[in-house]
């Protein structure tokens, strides 16, 4: 356990430094609270070592494979030899440290807060037990706990050296072939990453579509770009087990036996809420998640924020869920947590960019709502970029609820969607203002145009 701290008692205790709790235990600590910050395995969590950075400096290799092959189509002739050693050193040097936290902990403590190495656990009445010391907070503790890699309950599995998400980030070399279990954002981003650098792939997915929670026209495009770039899909595919043996892994679907050298499985993550001693704080010890007020309280005296309150597992809404907490214990006045406008990016090519509701969602609330699609109009085609965008309104209100942009950089053509989202503009106003020619976001005026037209206003 490391130590960088005087006495038990501090103003707040921080359990769990992911993005948002290191956010907050750096904050309240310049706003000149003594604060204690709790962290397990890496301070940043999982995000910096495993997550977001590392996934994204892989995904931006990929991706400029991916275009160096776009010249033989539009430029002229070229040839490209994969390798995979400068995406690794860059991981390892650049953005995790070789997967040492000492610069985070540092950061921590030029803020003014104090750091325990260990596993907290909530004892009550401000006290948080870590190793057999109890600390106390006089105000109140902050529970940012996050998730960690899920396995599916498929027979066999567990006995297997199955890969997840922390150890495809570290890999120096990569496999031949592999088999990815799981068809949401990280399966989808990782999968397309091994296949872009040469790796045989096959994705499994369980349910009909890759990414299901997104709109139906986002899954049919990324399935599309995925064959275009060689990787074996198989949805609505029930997985009978798993075996490894002899350096292959086999799994066994309900018509086929797929083989591979290595098995990714990006299945979903389990919330680190066990053992936490929820009990002490009058909350369920079995909760799956936590449920938070606006201003992220779940218990008196105790604040959630990031993965462990299923507002979404994301870094952003972490850090501005930290925000909020901040907010709260620093005696502001809000403004307090909003999810109406909650954005989502996978970075494949094409990017899948969402925000607010989709339209089933919009739906299943009771909206009536009136939804148009276009494509990423004349830039899409002089770029030969395929792409969709599907825009939701609400049509009492007139205003939009909800869309998603699928397209190359459409996390960055999601912005004006966003906003618009977020700030409730009314359709009439979008409709009445210039978009720039020949922009990828100019693609929104014609599926505007279309929602006008089918009885937005």
């Not at 931006?60 to 995406?87: C, K």
């Not at 770009?225 to 997985?239: M, N, P, R, S």
């Not at 799956?288 to 994301?314: S, Y």
């Not at 299943?364 to 276009?374: E, M, Y």
Request: net charge negative; glycine share 12%; charged share 20%.
């Amino acid at each position: 356990m490391t130590e960088t701290h005087e006495g038990t008692e501090f103003d707040v205790i921080v359990v769990g430094l992911g993005p948002g709790g290191e956010h907050v235990a750096i904050k309240l600590a310049e706003a000149g609270l003594r604060v204690l910050g709790v962290e397990e395995r890496l301070v940043g969590g999982e995000c910096p070592y495993f997550g977001c950075v590392p996934s994204k400096m892989m995904i931006a290799a990929a991706h400029t494979l991916r275009e160096a092959h776009r010249v033989n189509e539009l430029a002229g002739s070229s040839t490209v030899s994969p390798d995979w050693t400068p995406v690794a050193t860059r991981i390892r040097d650049e953005a995790t440290d070789n997967w040492d936290d000492t610069v985070a902990v540092k950061r921590l403590e030029d803020a003014g807060a104090s750091f325990v190495r260990g596993s907290g656990v909530l004892a009550g009445d401000g006290r948080v037990e870590v190793a057999g010391t109890t600390y106390t907070a006089t105000r109140g503790v902050v529970v940012n706990t996050g998730t960690a890699p899920a396995a599916p309950p498929i027979p066999g599995l567990a006995d297997t050296p199955f890969w997840t998400n922390r150890d495809a980030v570290q890999l120096t070399e990569l496999p031949a072939s592999l088999v990815v279990i799981g068809g949401g954002a990280i399966g989808c981003e990782l999968a397309q990453v091994m296949a872009l650098f040469g790796v045989q792939v096959t994705l499994v997915e369980v349910a009909e579509r890759l990414i299901a929670l997104e709109e139906p026209e986002a899954s049919a495009a990324l399935e599309k770009a995925f064959a275009e770039t060689g990787i074996q899909v198989l949805t609505g595919a029930g997985i009978g087990s798993v075996s490894y043996a002899d350096g292959r892994f086999s799994v066994e679907l309900a018509d086929q036996r797929l083989s591979a050298d290595k098995l990714l499985v990006a299945a979903g993550r389990r919330t680190n809420l066990h053992g936490l001693g929820l009990e002490h704080v009058g909350l369920d010890p079995d909760a799956r998640v936590l449920d938070p007020d606006e201003r992220m309280r779940v218990a008196d005296g105790v604040w959630a924020i990031g993965d462990i309150v299923g507002k979404g597992a994301f870094t952003h809404v972490s850090m501005y869920q930290g925000a909020v907490v901040v907010a709260d214990l620093l005696g502001r006045d809000g403004p307090w947590a909003d999810y109406r406008a909650v954005s989502r990016v996978t970075f494949t090519a094409p990017e899948v960019a969402s925000v607010g509701l989709t339209e089933k969602a919009a739906r299943d609330q009771g909206l009536d709502v009136v939804v148009a699609t276009g494509d990423l109009g004349g830039r899409g085609w002089m770029a030969r970029e395929d792409g969709v965008i599907k825009l939701v309104l609400d049509r009492a209100r007139e205003v939009l609820v909800g869309g998603v942009v699928v397209g190359v950089n459409g996390g960055e053509i999601m912005s004006m969607l966003e906003l618009a989202v977020h700030a409730e503009v009314p359709l009439a106003t979008l409709l009445h203002q210039h978009f720039a020619y020949p922009t990828y976001h100019r693609a929104y005026e014609t599926v505007l145009k279309d929602l006008a037209e089918r009885g937005g206003r």
